[in-house]
């Protein structure tokens, strides 16, 4: 999504090399070389390679992914407070594991400008409900892009065994808010919850970055207790993210390790599950952007986190 809203600030100043680009290196070898392939052919649409822990990509995931061109969802008359329903989990490794998916922003955001501008608590400050998130030069909307990647993350976690909740499903006209987006996971008991974005930042500014929660103990947020295992989930979801994707991660945030720590977000900060956010890529850089709207490559990004996920859930 775009820096510019209720859950995002300008990003600070890329920050020199740590210990998380040694620590992700060595979750992601090979990486340097999906890299070149990214860069030489764009993302094409071939099966990503996947190693321990890896999410079945059978024929049947395959046929029920979205297509390129599948219209958005439209919303209902009336918002919900319950996540969309899942499917009955199919036996699997993860059978009685619970994932939270959250597509960020919502299709039908636009339309409600002073519901989403309403200010919420986050712990630490008060921010707007929701944005409406960002789009690529040629209109496609982040909203689509994110719920396409659940819909696909949905399937994929389900054949694994686990049960799967979204925080919204195009079935509800605006939001859900972010204070609302974390309640969602605390309440399922979620083993772990991906919220699903992708950036809006300059052209130029390429690749991916997942964003840990930072230790906060203010009002109404406390992440004390999910710091440690978030990160974990983080370390595994960016890590085969690159494995599967060829993408790098982001060239104008972070230390170029692919991990970045906030405390400034509110479906962090109110999340007492263990949490990340990825922003998949920069809608605003037409090389991202080409792979962004491509069916074959949202598969293999929806295939990345999802191994992510397993990996994190099987230890």
Excluded at 17 to 44: I, K, N
Excluded at 195 to 218: M, T, Y
Aim: a neutral charge; charged letters at 20%; one cysteine or more.
């Amino acid at each position: 999504m775009s820096y510019a809203g209720p859950d995002f600030e300008p990003p600070q100043p890329r920050r020199r090399r740590g210990p998380l680009t040694v620590a992700l290196a060595a979750l992601v070898p090979g990486a340097l070389l999906g890299w070149l392939v990214y860069e030489t052919v764009g993302g094409s649409g071939d099966d990503g390679s996947s190693g321990r822990a890896s999410v079945r990509s059978s024929s049947p995931a395959a046929s029920s992914a979205p297509s390129d061109d599948a219209k958005e969802p439209s919303a209902s008359p009336k918002p919900t407070a319950t996540p969309s329903a899942s499917a009955p989990a199919a036996s699997g490794p993860l059978k009685g594991k619970i994932v939270v998916i959250d597509p960020g922003h919502n299709p039908g955001n636009f339309r409600h400008a002073s519901e989403i501008n309403r200010t919420v608590d986050i712990g630490t400050n008060s921010k707007e409900c929701d944005t409406t998130g960002t789009s690529t030069n040629d209109g496609y909307t982040e909203a689509k892009f994110t719920l396409d990647v659940a819909h696909r993350m949905r399937t994929l976690l389900q054949e694994q065994g686990a049960t799967v909740k979204l925080t919204q499903d195009g079935d509800r006209p605006f939001g859900p808010c972010v204070d609302e987006r974390a309640r969602i996971g605390n309440q399922a008991k979620a083993d772990a919850v991906v919220s699903i974005h992708a950036d809006g930042s300059g052209a130029g500014n390429r690749g991916f970055h997942v964003i840990l929660p930072g230790a906060v103990d203010a009002g109404a947020a406390d992440t004390r207790a999910i710091v440690g295992p978030s990160r974990d989930l983080g370390e595994r979801v960016a890590g085969r993210f690159v494995a599967v994707t060829g993408s790098a991660p982001s060239n104008y945030i972070g230390d170029g390790g692919g991990l970045v720590t906030r405390k400034d977000l509110g479906g962090l900060n109110l999340s007492t599950v263990p949490k990340v956010f990825i922003e998949c890529g920069n809608m605003r850089d037409s090389k991202d952007a080409a792979l962004l709207t491509s069916g074959a490559w949202r598969q293999k990004a929806a295939q990345g986190i999802s191994e992510g996920i397993v990996s994190f859930l099987r230890g």
